[in-house]
């Protein structure tokens, strides 16, 4: 960028933000667009001297520009600045509106909409700055529509139908100020223009966007027909969705630690403006694996990139009950501003209204803990501004255009980091080598590493080495580490409830090989299953992150592991629900595949009677009710 469009942009986050403190970093992003120089912070700081001296030229007082801790704020006084004015005529004009004043409130309404004098910041070429331009002009529609919906009740329609008619080749999926046309038509005694108005929009939406109109604009067409009034008593259709943009977002991890690489990867991947399609990126992972904390982490770092809004949910797929799709759906339109009265009942119809009313926005929608990929279909916007991030203990790969990111647990000095941070540094510091003890005991996984830690800051007279040694003996760790809503057993136990009978029997099983790795030919002879069957069960619990890929044999063919803390969780499940007998065959073969070696089928067929039928078994489904 020249240096005068980096002093452009850099002068206009400060007056976006007047007022207010602006960080370097976010300026060195308006800057170059995420890709800065080695010197930008330099060129930051040159940027705004410059500003200084320029001001400084023309008269203006000193410390118009202040540098704060992180990074600089402009100071300037309201009625210099044009944002703030629009804001202050708009809240005059609501609560002139308010108090029943409807003439005031058009002449607020109006005052604001002058300042408007062209495309808001049209000549500086920054994502960031062009980001927070589209937002304004989004809030002058919606400013515009609330003005002309008291001018129509106001019983001035027929002035309106030019400025309206240029409004709607402008915004032709607008669907309000359609509404708004065919009613100012219709009060003109037009209501052939009105009807063609409406058969012209129902084009659009239906050849853009596969949707039939919004319930608002059926209405409007409804009462024309039947030759309602349309003048002040046909006004009082629904209030628009709120001006503020949903915010839903859970907070932010104040303790989050590392996983850089993963940040990197997920904001490059949904920080691509890829038009044609909307972005989804899925944050895939083991039980307790930090998916959820790292979603929203990084959802925080890509607000202003969706400066329309950020929708949440948590599905609940890994749960026995989890949410539907409808209470979804409906959560998310009552966040955009929709009142029930004007959600529809059936699915299909409330999904093509929450993509209609997505349509031409740019919001980011996180959905956490999804079940599978058909819950995610159902739930992705219908424009290309719009981005979704998942996060998944199954694959969803199936998912057209879905980038997949498989989160892993934990490196050691992350995992020793957060640990740290939880438990204090004097402890650690002071006994490195149990700390570490407990660490590589937790598996590296951020759950079982965070709910070692909060117990033990829990219990500050309870030293590092005496929890390790309680950590060593198997029959007890997983109890140690349960700390409050932290445990890794309850956060597994419904995922395996889930499991469809023949996985969850095969999965016990297999933890009883004491986390040694395995062919798929050894979890048909410990499985009882034929080798078909077991090679697609153990499909089935990779895709559900319950069995690990841990390698490939001489032969080409796949390795597997079941993870220890898993396994630990596994085995006690497996003396509760296996009979004795069976656990006993488990083990025989066991040895009886460790004495033979190798990984070849005819040892196999040597060791094992394969069932009569090698047929294609039959597909797996979760045992839960399909209420998706």
């Known amino acids: 960028m020249p240096r005068k469009s980096r002093q452009f942009a850099v002068l206009a986050l400060l007056l976006l933000d007047v007022n207010k403190p602006v960080s370097s970093k976010r300026l060195v992003e ?21 500003l200084r001296r320029s001001f400084a030229r023309i008269g203006a007082q000193d410390g118009l520009i202040e540098t704060t801790a992180s990074g600089y704020a402009l100071h300037l006084r309201e009625d210099w600045v044009d944002t703030s004015m629009f804001d202050r005529h708009v809240s005059e004009a609501e609560i002139a509106r308010t108090n029943g004043d409807n003439q005031a409130a058009i002449s607020g309404f109006r005052q604001a909409l002058r300042l408007f004098r062209g495309p808001v910041l049209a000549e500086v070429n920054s994502m960031i700055v062009q980001a927070a331009a589209a937002t304004w002009e989004k809030r002058r529609l919606a400013v515009l529509e609330e003005c002309i919906e008291l001018e129509l009740a106001s019983g001035v329609a027929a002035g309106l139908v030019p400025e309206l008619t240029v409004l709607v080749d402008e915004n032709p999926l607008r669907e309000r100020l359609r509404c708004q046309l065919m009613l100012a038509l219709s009060a003109d005694d037009r209501r052939a223009e009105a009807l063609a108005a409406y058969r012209e929009g129902r084009g659009l939406t239906v050849a853009k966007l596969g949707l039939e109109p919004g319930p608002r604009l059926q209405e409007v067409q409804r009462m024309i027909l039947a030759g309602s009034p349309t003048s002040s008593a046909a006004a009082p259709l629904p209030q628009p969705p709120p001006v503020r943009p949903p915010g839903q977002l859970p907070a ?28 989804i990126c899925a944050l895939l992972g083991r039980c307790g694996a930090g998916k959820t904390a790292l979603a929203v982490h990084i959802a925080h770092q890509l607000r202003s990139r969706f400066p329309d809004g950020q929708l949440y ?219 078909l069957l077991a090679e697609k069960l153990l499909d089935f619990l990779v895709d559900r992150r319950l069995v690990d890929v841990v390698g490939v044999d001489p032969a080409g063919m796949p390795r597997y592991r079941v993870d220890e803390l ?56 979760d045992e839960s009710e399909d209420d998706q």
Request: include cysteine.
């Open 30 to 50: 308006a800057v170059w667009n995420g890709c800065p120089p080695t010197t930008a912070a330099e060129q930051i700081q040159t940027c705004v001297w410059r």
């Open 313 to 531: 949910a948590d599905l609940g797929g890994s749960q026995r009950a989890h949410a539907t799709v409808d209470d979804v759906l409906r959560g998310f339109l009552h966040a955009l501003g929709y009142p029930d009265s004007w959600i529809p009942a059936a699915r299909h119809e409330r999904a093509a209204m929450y993509r209609s009313v997505l349509a031409e926005r740019r919001v980011l929608v996180v959905l956490d803990d999804v079940a599978d990929a058909a819950q995610v279909q159902q739930l992705l916007p219908g424009g290309p501004d719009a981005a979704v991030l998942v996060t998944s203990r199954t694959s969803v790969t199936e998912l057209p255009g879905v980038s997949p990111v498989e989160v892993g647990v934990l490196p050691e000095g992350e995992a020793v980091e957060l640990f740290t941070r939880i438990v204090g540094t004097d402890r650690c510091h002071a006994e490195p080598v149990s700390r570490n003890q407990i660490i590589r005991a937790a598996g590296y996984l951020p759950l079982s590493v965070r709910s070692a830690g909060a117990r033990l800051a829990a219990r500050p007279y309870l030293s590092l080495a005496r929890f390790a040694d309680r950590l060593r003996d198997p029959e007890r760790r997983l109890d140690e580490l349960a700390h409050g809503g932290l445990d890794v057993r309850d956060s597994l136990a419904p995922s395996v409830r889930r499991l469809p009978a023949e996985a969850r029997n095969l999965w016990w099983r297999l933890s009883l090989l004491q986390g040694r790795d395995f062919p798929a030919w050894v979890a048909a002879v410990v499985g009882d299953v034929a080798p």
């Open 566 to 621: 898993f396994g630990l969780y596994a085995r006690k499940r497996a003396q509760e629900e296996l009979p004795e007998s069976a656990r006993a065959r488990v083990l025989s073969r066991t040895a009886q595949c460790s004495a033979v070696g190798g990984t070849t089928m005819t040892k196999y067929l040597d060791l094992y009677e394969v069932y009569a039928t090698d047929d294609e078994p039959a597909e797996l489904v």
């Open 252 to 279: 932010d991890v104040t303790d989050f630690v590392g996983r850089s690489g993963y940040v990197a990867e997920v904001l490059g991947l949904l920080n691509v403006d890829v038009r044609g399609g909307v972005r």
